[in-house]
């Protein structure tokens, strides 16, 4: 059998011939509220850039200063010749504002949740997930080799049902991510705790949609439920809020000297570049210095949700920046996602499997950086595209 074979039967081609294909669409421009794609204006809806710091001139400066003295990368892991005194610097300064007592930081987000994941489940142990949990977070679990379990989204019962199943003799982490990347919604993360202690189960936040987003000052989901010290590991990004590129664990000195010397992701990747470690660092202290920025971000939001609701476009509810759109089939999805963009708004199509079969969505997503009058302009094309044909 030729192994190749099935590399001629991806749908994407499908996709291609009918003209609603929706990516790898060309930016010619800088990550920003508006940018330049294809040649042509479009009102940016589709970015994780919540607080529009990549722009930012003096994080771009500490961007450039950065790779001017350290030059363009470390050229190996932080285990052995590729930590610089500024990723310890990044580190502490995040353990501080997390609250947490140390920070391990990574190259990727991703790599963070498959190092930390496959660091701390053995095979002898048991991970149990929430279904619409992140695929980092699923691949993690693969490469830990311990025994998975999922609960259906948000069913705090049937959570119970599967901690029920872990026999206890065996260890057990359970993964959620704080904000969910494709519904917006914020995880009921006081019901997960108190079933963590009743059941002797370890817990972990995925917070890549939380940090900067929700919680005192931009802390995250364990912040924003005051329960920042009942949460073993916080996992996060800096690619969003932070505008940079890598991820970190936030945890006790206990758990994460482990994790250092544990994780295969960590110890076998080269560390973060000079210049992603200095943007990262540069804008948490942005947000540290200025956290009336994601009173900004929540009001966008808020305005965001006011204006699709005076349209009578049907919206997920939440209070986050992810403001999803139902629009249900695949194809009706494609469509609308491409008559969204050719009339001058970018926004992301989510498809199964990141949403169940029959509840497509339009992801939209906004920043702190975005005018009234550009949500307006841009709610007001979403809507004109979404009542054609309806």
């Known amino acids: 059998m030729d192994i190749f074979e099935k590399c001629d039967k991806s749908p994407a081609r499908e996709l291609i011939e009918k003209g609603i294909y929706p990516y790898f669409h060309a930016l010619e421009s800088r990550q920003d509220v508006e940018v330049i794609m294809e040649g042509k204006r479009r009102i940016m809806l589709g970015s994780n850039n919540y607080l529009g710091l990549t722009t930012n001139p003096e994080i771009i400066e500490a961007g450039v200063k950065a790779l001017e003295k350290f030059g363009t990368g470390c050229s190996g892991s932080r285990f052995l010749n590729g930590t610089l005194e500024m990723h310890l610097e990044l580190e502490a300064e995040l353990a501080k504002f997390l609250r947490k007592e140390m920070v391990i930081t990574f190259s990727t987000g991703f790599q963070s949740n498959l190092g930390i994941i496959s660091a701390i489940v053995g095979p002898h142990d048991y991970v149990i997930c929430d279904r619409e949990n992140h695929a980092s977070i699923y691949d993690g679990c693969k490469l830990s080799y311990g025994t998975m379990l999922r609960y259906r989204h948000a069913d705090m019962e049937d959570l119970e049902r599967q901690l029920q199943k872990v026999p206890e003799n065996r260890g057990c982490l359970i993964v959620t991510d704080g904000v969910f990347s494709m519904g917006g919604d914020i995880a009921n993360l006081p019901e997960i705790v108190r079933l963590a202690k009743q ?31 009942e949460v073993d590991i916080y996992m996060g990004t800096f690619s969003k809020s932070l505008a940079s590129l890598g991820g970190y664990c936030a945890t006790s000195e206990r758990i994460g000297f482990y994790i250092k010397h544990a ?34 971000l929540k009001d966008n939001c808020s305005y965001a949700r006011a204006c699709f609701h005076e349209k009578g476009v049907r919206i997920i509810e939440a209070e986050t920046p992810i403001v999803p759109i139902y629009t249900y089939e695949i194809m009706n999805t494609l469509e609308k996602a491409r008559q969204a963009y050719e009339a001058g708004v970018y926004v992301n199509p989510v498809l199964p499997p990141a949403c169940a079969q029959g509840e497509c969505l339009l992801r939209t997503s906004y920043m702190a950086s975005h005018t009234h009058a550009l949500i307006d302009e841009a709610t007001d094309i979403l809507a004109k595209v979404l009542k054609e044909d309806a």
């Open 199 to 229: 059941y002797g189960a370890g817990v972990m936040v995925d917070d890549a949609h939380g940090l900067g987003v929700i919680g005192e000052g931009g802390r995250g989901t364990a912040s924003y439920f005051g329960l920042e010290d």
């Open 263 to 296: 994780s295969r992701p960590f110890i076998f990747s080269a560390s973060m570049t000079p210049a992603s470690c200095a943007t990262a660092l540069a804008a948490l202290r942005h947000l540290e210095a200025h956290p009336e920025i994601v009173d900004r």
